[in-house]
């Protein structure tokens, strides 16, 4: 069974700290996807990698960053968590270079900034 | 870049009617894939379909199926013959089909199936 795991479900965390999100894919997915979901606006993407150490901004970078250091994992940063980052977060992860690459998804992480 | 518009927030339906859900989509790319992913109230995504823009026949998939119109960048999802488990969220998306292949998808359309 392919899996991508978050490593929490909910998180509550404090302003001005510092928040690590990690997903973990086991399917050997070369492309790795974060996103954050609010009522009314959809998928906002993130940042996705495309391989090993490398990332691109998606459409809403700003207060996040994120680390790829091993093809299995890829983490999503908060280097100083604010109240309107308050969201769920969605991990995804695609094969590469395949024409109906279907996207996996993990199971969400509601953050709640307080 | 790459941008897709749903322009229905809630759909509603009968049990057994075929409903429609649109989807229009901004892209340079020449090659491009288009998907639905259907988001229940237990929060999964599960894929449900895809169409690719040099398919020449529109994408069928069970009750499934997306009406695909190229010149008129739509990819519009119909499902026949509605069920009360139907009810869900659903999403548009669209990725390139090479080089990089960001994912990038719709506000959603929530869509509620009555007896």
């Known amino acids: 069974d392919v899996k991508v795991t978050q490593s929490s479900r909910y998180l509550v965390k404090r302003t001005g700290e510092k928040v690590f999100l990690e997903c973990v894919q086991d399917?050997?997915?070369?492309?790795m996807f974060w996103y954050r979901q609010d009522p009314g606006l959809g998928l906002r993407l993130i940042y996705f990698?495309?391989?090993?150490?490398?990332?691109e901004k998606g459409d809403i970078p700003e207060g996040y960053s994120v680390s790829r250091e091993k093809k299995e994992r890829f983490s999503l940063i908060l280097e100083s968590a604010s109240t309107n980052q308050t969201s769920m977060y969605l991990c995804?992860?695609?094969?590469?270079?395949?024409?109906?690459?279907?996207?996996?998804f993990g199971q969400g992480t509601r953050l709640t900034v307080v | 870049a790459q941008k897709i518009t749903q322009t229905q927030p809630g759909m509603f339906v009968q049990e057994k009617e075929a409903v429609t859900l649109d989807c229009t989509y901004d892209?340079?790319?020449?090659?491009?894939?288009l998907f639905w992913y259907k988001q229940p109230s237990s929060g999964e995504m599960i894929f449900l379909i895809y169409?690719?823009?040099?398919?020449?026949q529109n994408a069928t998939e069970g009750r499934y199926s997306l009406n695909f119109q190229k010149a008129r960048k739509s990819a519009n999802l119909v499902i026949s013959a509605s069920q009360l488990g139907d009810s869900a969220m659903y999403f548009c998306?669209?990725?390139?089909?090479?080089?990089?292949?960001?994912?990038?998808f719709g506000t959603g359309t929530r869509l509620l199936v009555s007896p």
């Open positions: 998306a669209m990725s390139r089909v090479t080089g990089f292949q960001k994912l990038v």
């Open positions: 169409q690719g823009s040099y398919d020449q």
């Open positions: 399917m050997d997915h070369e492309n």
């Open positions: 995804a992860s695609t094969i590469s270079d395949r024409a109906n690459t279907e996207a996996f």
């Open positions: 990698s495309y391989d090993v150490k490398m990332k």
């Open positions: 892209t340079s790319d020449p090659s491009y894939g």
